[in-house]
């Protein structure tokens, strides 16, 4: 269940060393905080919706990601 939700819905999914992430969260959604594991490094991700219909926003770290 947790592989689903996190892949599906949070759109996280890895390839080899990469980590490609396309959200798919409900717009009735503010947004959406996780912790994702990969060897000994712990990614702090932060999804947050766009207010007033504007750009969704991807925080990894506390840094804002381009490309969203």
């Known amino acids: 269940m947790y592989r ?3 892949e599906s819905l949070l759109g996280l ?3 080899g060393d990469v980590l490609h992430l396309e959200p798919c969260i409900p717009s009735e959604w ?6 994702y594991r ?11 919706q766009g ?3 504007g ?3 991807l925080l990894l770290d506390g840094v804002e ?3 969203m």
């Open 51 to 53: 207010g007033d219909g």
């Open 13 to 15: 999914r890895r390839e």
């Open 4 to 6: 689903l939700m996190v």
């Open 65 to 67: 990601q381009p490309g």
């Open 38 to 48: 990969y060897g000994d490094t712990v990614y702090r991700i932060h999804l947050q």
């Open 30 to 35: 503010p947004g959406s905080r996780m912790r």
């Open 55 to 57: 750009t969704p926003r």
